[in-house]
């Protein structure tokens, strides 16, 4: 190895895949981590190494986004590539998997070359492309799959579209499998809720909205995961939000199926209450579920069923948010916030902490197959250090992304990143930033 040499110092380093939590330190060359552990420069710094101190503050991976939308091209009033990338930095994320949905789909290619360098050349973190898995997102003409692969596509989505055609789905768990491809699933049968806006029951009726009910999620989960068992592919769940839907995944994962599946932060963090009044922060995909479906979701990540966390990171601009609640768009932020919430699982003792970290670090590494979310010798100098307890609130103004759609504005939280390194160079340092 050659290249600069750091040696971080007085860490508590928690590595998520191999159990890892110790005081020691690290060192990175160049690119990558060279070593690590409790005493490592017990005798001294060798020379032409530049010390960092981390006061004591947890070291871990660099956090990895697994969903999320940029508005380039095609809407970049919304967010571009330079400006997520600061925000994926000031949250601790050093990687992030993006979704096809825009302006044109990325669906051929050359989109899938053109996106990775667009992303290369304005973010400051690694980016993982997504490809379409059907032409146009429209659910009918699988895309070339084994070429995307060539090109850089980390997996295959229609993003916020599921595949509703049953024959197509068994076509692109079998393609895909060929290329050792996973399918991610965004499962929501739209024809149980041609109109919803938000979770259906007894608050949703009191509003007059029409609601997305539980049921058109784990539909199209069982019907998924039958053509997981009927084809052998790798499917992974992208969002799933109800108790009934991640009971599904928990039996299929027991009979050995190759599936994952992933949650949202909003989907643990809230519950439909806090569409309150109409409150379009609060409108989200999936939406809001009941808060015994939020204990699922909480119940799901403990026990394994579910195996990491994404933001589901959706910038809309101001004036696609002041609309009524029918009508405003949906989705919202959430690369700066994705850790803090996060931590909230560790501070309620709903999560132990090397498990809520494993769900933005090592477990979405190994559902894509990248080599980022670990502390070992030779792995990425990816790191996040994190101070663990200090309490803070959710600056909705103060957020790096173009838009400013979180409905977690002025939230107390405990934790935050200090220190963002990625490809062994610092992005981000708090206070600094």
Same mark, same amino acid.
């Given at each position: 190895?050659?290249?600069?040499?750091?040696? !971080?110092?007085?860490?508590?380093?928690?590595?998520?895949?191999?159990?890892?939590?110790?005081?020691?330190?690290?060192?990175?060359?160049?690119?990558?981590?060279?070593?690590?552990?409790?005493?490592?420069?017990?005798?001294?710094?060798?020379?032409?190494?530049?010390?960092?101190?981390?006061?004591?503050?947890?070291?871990?991976?660099? +956090?990895?986004?697994?969903?999320?939308?940029?508005?380039?091209?095609?809407?970049?009033?919304? *967010?571009?590539?330079?400006?997520?990338?600061?925000?994926?930095?000031?949250?601790?994320?050093?990687?992030?998997?993006?979704?096809?949905?825009?302006?044109?789909? &990325?669906?051929?290619?050359?989109?899938?070359? !053109?996106?990775?360098?667009?992303?290369?050349?304005?973010?400051?973190?690694?980016?993982?492309?997504?490809?379409?898995?059907?032409?146009?997102?429209?659910?009918?003409?699988?895309?070339?799959?084994?070429?995307?692969?060539?090109?850089?596509?980390?997996?295959?989505?229609?993003?916020?579209?599921?595949?509703?055609?049953?024959?197509?789905?068994?076509?692109?768990?079998?393609?895909?499998?060929?290329?050792?491809?996973?399918?991610?699933?965004?499962?929501?049968?739209?024809?149980?809720?041609?109109?919803?806006?938000?979770?259906?029951?007894?608050?949703?009726?009191?509003?007059?909205?029409?609601? &997305?009910?539980?049921?058109?999620?784990?539909?199209?989960?069982?019907?998924?995961?039958?053509?997981?068992?009927?084809?052998?592919?790798?499917?992974?769940?992208?969002?799933?939000?109800?108790?009934?839907?991640?009971?599904?995944?928990?039996?299929?994962?027991?009979?050995?199926?190759?599936?994952?599946?992933?949650?949202?932060?909003?989907?643990?963090?809230?519950? *439909?209450?806090?569409?309150?009044?109409?409150?379009?922060?609060?409108?989200?995909?999936?939406?809001?579920?009941?808060?015994?479906?939020?204990?699922?979701?909480?119940?799901?990540?403990?026990?394994?069923? +579910?195996?990491?966390?994404?933001?589901?990171?959706?910038?809309?601009?101001?004036?696609?948010?002041?609309?009524?609640?029918?009508?405003?768009?949906?989705? &919202?932020?959430? +690369?700066?916030? +994705?850790?803090?919430?996060?931590? *909230?699982?560790?501070?309620?003792?709903?999560?132990?902490?090397?498990?809520?970290?494993?769900?933005?670090?090592?477990?979405?590494?190994?559902?894509?197959?990248?080599?980022?979310?670990?502390?070992?010798?030779?792995?990425?100098?990816?790191?996040?250090?994190?101070?663990?307890?200090?309490?803070?609130?959710?600056?909705?103004?103060?957020?790096?992304?173009?838009?400013?759609?979180?409905?977690?504005?002025?939230?107390?939280?405990?934790?935050?990143?200090?220190?963002?390194?990625?490809?062994?160079?610092?992005?981000?340092?708090?206070?600094?930033?």
């Amino acid at each position: 190895m050659s290249g600069r040499r750091i040696a !971080y110092l007085n860490a508590r380093l928690i590595d998520p895949e191999s159990g890892r939590d110790e005081t020691g330190a690290l060192l990175t060359e160049g690119e990558t981590i060279a070593d690590l552990g409790p005493g490592l420069f017990d005798d001294g710094l060798p020379d032409g190494v530049f010390p960092i101190d981390c006061g004591g503050r947890i070291l871990a991976p660099g +956090l990895i986004d697994a969903r999320v939308f940029v508005g380039e091209p095609g809407s970049e009033h919304r *967010e571009t590539f330079a400006s997520a990338g600061k925000a994926a930095a000031a949250g601790g994320v050093t990687t992030m998997l993006t979704m096809p949905n825009t302006d044109p789909v &990325i669906d051929d290619v050359a989109l899938v070359e !053109y996106m990775a360098r667009l992303a290369r050349d304005s973010a400051r973190v690694r980016v993982h492309p997504m490809a379409a898995l059907t032409k146009g997102v429209a659910g009918r003409e699988m895309t070339e799959f084994g070429l995307l692969a060539e090109a850089g596509a980390v997996a295959l989505t229609d993003g916020v579209r599921a595949i509703t055609d049953s024959r197509v789905m068994r076509r692109c768990l079998s393609y895909a499998d060929t290329f050792d491809l996973v399918v991610c699933q965004y499962p929501e049968d739209p024809s149980l809720a041609p109109d919803g806006v938000m979770n259906e029951g007894e608050l949703c009726m009191r509003l007059g909205l029409a609601g &997305i009910p539980c049921q058109a999620e784990t539909i199209m989960v069982e019907r998924d995961l039958r053509l997981v068992a009927l084809t052998g592919g790798r499917y992974h769940a992208a969002a799933l939000s109800t108790a009934e839907a991640i009971d599904a995944v928990r039996e299929a994962k027991a009979a050995g199926l190759r599936v994952s599946a992933g949650a949202l932060v909003h989907s643990f963090a809230l519950n *439909e209450t806090a569409v309150g009044s109409y409150r379009t922060f609060a409108k989200t995909a999936p939406p809001l579920r009941a808060e015994a479906d939020r204990r699922a979701v909480v119940a799901g990540l403990a026990d394994g069923t +579910l195996d990491l966390i994404a933001s589901g990171h959706d910038p809309q601009d101001v004036e696609s948010k002041r609309l009524p609640f029918a009508q405003a768009a949906t989705g &919202i932020i959430g +690369l700066e916030t +994705l850790l803090p919430l996060t931590l *909230e699982l560790y501070h309620n003792g709903e999560l132990p902490l090397a498990r809520a970290l494993g769900c933005l670090t090592s477990r979405p590494a190994a559902v894509f197959g990248l080599p980022q979310g670990r502390l070992a010798p030779g792995a990425p100098a990816d790191l996040a250090e994190i101070d663990l307890d200090v309490p803070h609130r959710i600056d909705e103004d103060g957020l790096r992304s173009k838009s400013k759609n979180t409905p977690f504005g002025d939230r107390p939280v405990q934790g935050r990143v200090t220190r963002t390194v990625v490809a062994g160079e610092t992005v981000f340092r708090h206070g600094r930033d």
